[in-house]
């Protein structure tokens, strides 16, 4: 005999199994509804869904190619702004408006110069007389003479002329035609190479193809600017100097002094010291800086190597090879179908013997200069050997 207890536990299990076979029949057929519904919803409409599908897919595919395509161009864009070497100071502007270099060519106030161009009737334009090569001399009116027999003839080959003057004086050239056409620069006791560096930036001589650089000490009844300019292309001189005339000048190296047999010479031969196996200055690759003449990317170079402080600049001279563009032994030398004269005349610091007025002594400073010449000389071999040791990545092209 069943206990009560158990009996009711087998009518609430008979119970709760009830209910459930009741759902379950209750919920199954309106599932099968449901996926027939589904399966007919989906048979009748899938072509069209199919292909909207495709053509979401198509055009998610080409934006996203697109977009990958705007990038790319978008990356290469800036890479190549990042390469883009831009003068310093100048990287806020577009680039087509940066003015990089300059020239001392004038123009006028008024008039707008402009380059003659064809089929233009209605009113006569003046043409830009542009010159390709700069004429500099540090000058006092103490030698107004050589001064203005240089000047006369650079003029004539439509040279650009600029005048550094020493002693402040600028007004008594005024006698002379080529004046108003010079560029004056006048600062008190400084000498061509503290002119140079301050006054001849190579951004701003970047115009000028030759850069001629001489002592007002030189005689040039026997030189021809034009013809000058002729031979050192000709024969792809970066540095060179004209040679002087041995029977007329003081000389004071052997390479400068002029040969009658050849056009140029670029080395010079002297028992004990120079010979034709002599790779360096002063037997070869050397030139004297009374009368420099250098190419525009020699200048650039040359002009980095002047040191601000050094105003005398000895000790440049021996180094004036790494300059050369190129093989020094090749590209430095001397020009003898075009030579000068070398007076030797003391000028800055120098007394003036022409003076007569007793009542104004002058005081002789070139043994003065010649002593502080010396001590820039040491300086600038010290500041050179520094610089060797001191750069890693610099390799010397003449050892």
């Given at each position: 005999m069943k206990s009560p207890s158990a009996s009711r536990g087998g009518l609430v299990t008979d119970s709760k199994s009830k209910r459930s076979y009741s759902c379950f029949y209750t919920l199954f057929p309106a599932a099968c509804l449901i996926c027939l519904g589904l399966f007919f919803a989906t048979s009748s409409f899938s072509p069209g869904y199919t292909e909207k599908l495709i053509s979401w897919r198509a055009n998610a595919q080409k934006q996203n190619l697109n977009s990958l395509t705007q990038k790319i161009g978008t990356d290469k864009v800036q890479d190549k702004c990042k390469n883009q070497c831009r003068p310093r100071g100048s990287q806020t502007l577009p680039a087509g408006i940066v003015s990089s270099t300059s020239s001392f060519e004038t123009r006028p106030l008024w008039d707008v110069p402009a380059v003659r161009k064809k089929h233009h009737k209605r009113r006569q334009v003046t043409e830009v007389n542009e010159t390709k090569n700069l004429f500099a001399m540090a000058v006092g009116i103490k030698q107004k003479d050589l001064v203005d027999k240089m000047v006369s003839k650079f003029v004539e080959a439509n040279f650009t002329i600029m005048l550094f003057h020493y002693d402040g004086n600028v007004d008594d050239w005024k006698e002379f035609d080529w004046n108003e056409h010079a560029i004056h620069v006048a600062v008190l006791n400084q000498g061509k190479w503290w002119f140079a560096k301050r006054f001849l930036h190579p951004d701003i001589v970047e115009e000028y193809d030759y850069i001629f650089l001489w002592d007002e000490d030189l005689g040039v009844e026997y030189f021809h600017p034009d013809n000058y300019i002729s031979i050192i292309r000709s024969e792809g001189l970066e540095i060179s100097q004209p040679a002087l005339e041995p029977t007329l000048s003081e000389v004071h190296h052997q390479i400068t002094v002029r040969s009658r047999r050849t056009m140029v010479h670029r080395r010079t031969y002297k028992t004990g010291g120079c010979d034709l196996n002599s790779p360096g200055p002063p037997c070869t690759g050397w030139i004297e800086m009374m009368a420099p003449v250098f190419s525009r990317p020699a200048?650039?170079?040359?002009?980095?190597?002047?040191?601000?402080?050094?105003?005398?600049?000895?000790?440049?001279?021996?180094?004036?090879?790494?300059?050369?563009?190129?093989?020094?032994?090749?590209?430095?030398?001397?020009?003898?179908?075009?030579?000068?004269?070398?007076?030797?005349?003391?000028?800055?610091?120098?007394?003036?013997?022409?003076?007569?007025?007793?009542?104004?002594?002058?005081?002789?400073?070139?043994?003065?200069?010649?002593?502080?010449s010396f001590r820039e000389l040491d300086i600038f071999k010290k500041r050179w050997e520094t610089a060797v040791k001191e750069d890693p990545c610099w390799v010397d092209p003449f050892q």
């Open positions: 200048w650039r170079c040359v002009w980095y190597m002047i040191q601000n402080d050094l105003i005398h600049a000895w000790g440049l001279d021996m180094q004036l090879g790494y300059c050369a563009q190129g093989d020094r032994t090749k590209n430095v030398g001397v020009v003898d179908a075009e030579y000068i004269i070398h007076y030797n005349r003391p000028t800055l610091g120098g007394v003036d013997k022409t003076t007569t007025d007793s009542s104004q002594p002058q005081e002789d400073h070139r043994l003065d200069v010649r002593k502080l």
